[in-house]
């Protein structure tokens, strides 16, 4: 019976990593990908040099793994992907882009606030 109980909360505990948050680089594909899939995925314009970038990483990484939040989180070099900046209206490092498939759901700029920054991310569920 013990096997039994670790067996299932081993299942349940990766059931709840497959569908939790998710932070990787961007990429094109990876983008194109999540949006095909109708999947919930942000993008985060961060820059090294940006405090408030970094601020939003601390919480962003608080949530990894946490099946609260679902979704996949691509950091975007905010200095280097201008064509893409250009593209999406990026005027500033710090913006949050959050899609559901490839429909925008919420434009966040310099939010730091944990609670904000998880309803932008939820606002896609």
Known sequence: MTKQIALATTFLVACNTAFALDITPYSAAALSAEQQNGKVVALHFH?????????????????????????TLLVVDHDHEKALKQQLGVRM???????????????????????KLRAALLSAR
């Open 47 to 71: 820059a090294d040099w940006c405090p408030t970038c970094r601020a939003q990483n601390k919480v962003f990484q608080q949530w990894r793994g946490d099946a609260s939040v679902p979704g």
């Open 93 to 115: 490092q710090s913006t949050v882009i959050v899609y559901r498939g490839a429909v925008e759901t919420t434009r966040l700029s310099g939010e730091t606030d944990a609670a």
